[in-house]
């Protein structure tokens, strides 16, 4: 946990942002001879120094395989990896540490489950709702499952805002919805969907939900009790703690009633060539050895946020946030790509003439890393008639004198480029 926090209050980050950065090593260091500005925190966020040690510090003094050993650092192991579920539990609000799967990342948590929701659960011309906000990790997958199984992709669509069409929504839910797979907030764009009438309604139809909160989890305190959503993913990378692990919500009678996945060791109760039983969920959903240093990482960079606490988090990057949207709106040539509602730390941007790459390589001079590019969501710039966007995306580390760096570079990139 960051070690400069005191009393558990309502912080203002800005007041305590140099000690916020200093526990973020990387954040110091100059890219192209100027000070780094990472504003590329929906690709991946950077790491605390509480995140590295206690990934350094197991790989020092704790390593082992778990669940196998009867030896000290075995069982070691064992309880860190186990303990690191109960923090994701606890974290997401699940009712039991047994809901926690442990994954990859969010793709393999949602390929897990468009996979084994194939078994016995869907049917010729069955249809799966997503919406047009979605990253292609949460198209393909579903497209893999129609393709196996006859059923159909059914896609909710959004308004010129970015907000979703809810009205639309609702006149797609029918008697065949099996699925609701949806974004929580849009890589893209940065909208937060309403997501409580959705799921309510899917739930109507008998459908599951899955949630992909990728985007989510950094900035928004998750409640998957409250959500009442079947399934909830995220990746470890982009909650400021490693690569490598990911995580998979499931309701308990979820797990109960889906197949395995993988098989392999740890997921069984007993192997002969005739028949093999499976563990209980979620060890039957984690076959092999699992990812054991990102889960210890994992929990640690929680204990972080949970530590600064989501109140400060949201004040801070919500202020953060509608700064920057002031000052490129005052920049000349930018065009913002979507205004929802409601956003969470990411805007997405063109400027007429300019190619969204060029605009990432000037920026990329000046020390500020933004990403420019489809997003791995080319629908979604399909719907706008663009190739590509600019994406400035924000964490509680980013301060309003990097904001000002961006949009004095984009000032500068737009008079480099005039006639
Ligand atoms: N879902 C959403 C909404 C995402 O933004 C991403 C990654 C994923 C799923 C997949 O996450 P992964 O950890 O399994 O790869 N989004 C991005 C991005 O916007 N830029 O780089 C990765």
Redesign the pocket.
């Known amino acids: 946990m960051a070690t400069w926090i005191q009393a558990k209050k309502t912080l203002d980050l800005k007041q305590h942002m140099g000690s916020i950065r200093m526990d973020f090593p990387i954040l110091n260091q100059r890219v192209h001879g100027r000070p780094l500005v990472y504003l590329?925190n929906?690709?991946?966020t950077q790491k605390p120094r509480a995140v590295i040690q206690a990934m350094a510090e197991y790989y020092e003094s704790q390593n082992a395989n778990i669940h196998r050993g009867v030896h000290a650092l075995s069982e070691v192991a064992t309880s860190l990896y186990e303990s690191a579920r109960e923090t994701v539990a606890t974290f997401l609000n699940a009712q039991s540490p047994s809901e926690i799967v442990f994954t990859?990342?969010?793709?393999?948590?949602?390929n897990m489950i468009a996979n084994i929701m194939g078994h016995d659960q869907i049917k010729p011309n069955d249809e799966i709702l997503l919406t047009e906000l979605?990253?292609?990790?949460?198209i393909v997958p579903w497209q893999f499952l129609c393709e196996r199984t006859g059923a159909r992709l059914k896609i909710i669509p959004i308004q010129e805002s970015g907000d979703l069409d809810y009205e639309s929504a609702v006149k797609l839910f029918g008697p065949r919805t099996r699925i609701l797979a949806i974004?929580?907030?849009?890589?893209?764009l940065g909208t937060v969907n309403n997501l409580p009438p959705l799921i309510a309604l899917a739930h109507q139809y008998g459908a599951a939900v899955l949630v992909?909160?990728?985007?989510a989890a950094p900035h928004i305190a998750v409640d998957v009790q409250a959500l009442d959503c079947d399934f909830y993913?995220f990746?470890g990378?982009?909650i400021y703690g490693p690569?490598g692990v990911?995580v998979l919500y499931g309701k308990r009678e979820w797990l109960d009633r889906l197949p395995p996945w993988q098989g392999g060791g740890d997921m069984i109760t007993s192997v002969s060539f005739q028949h093999t039983t499976y563990a209980e969920p979620p060890h039957k959903f984690e076959a092999g050895t699992p990812p054991i240093s990102q889960a210890i990482g994992l929990a640690e960079a929680i204990r972080y946020v949970q530590g600064i606490g989501y109140p400060a988090i949201c004040a801070y990057e919500e202020n953060l946030e509608l700064y920057a949207l002031r000052r490129l709106l005052e920049t000349p040539g930018i065009q913002l790509i979507g205004q929802p509602l409601k956003r969470a730390s990411i805007v997405s941007f063109v400027m007429e003439g300019i190619h969204p790459h060029d605009i990432g390589t000037v920026l990329d001079q000046s020390g500020i890393a933004v990403?420019a590019g489809h997003?791995?969501?080319m629908p979604l710039m399909e719907h706008y008639r663009v190739p590509a966007t600019v994406?400035a995306?924000f964490a509680f580390y980013n301060t309003y004198e990097e904001v000002d760096t961006l949009a004095t570079a984009l000032e500068k990139t737009w008079k480099l480029f005039q006639p």
């Open positions: 590329d929906a690709a991946t990859r990342n969010a793709t393999e948590s949602i979605e990253h292609h990790s949460n974004t929580h907030v849009s890589n893209a992909d909160g990728a985007q993913v990746s990378h982009k690569t990911g990403r997003h791995c969501a994406r995306s």
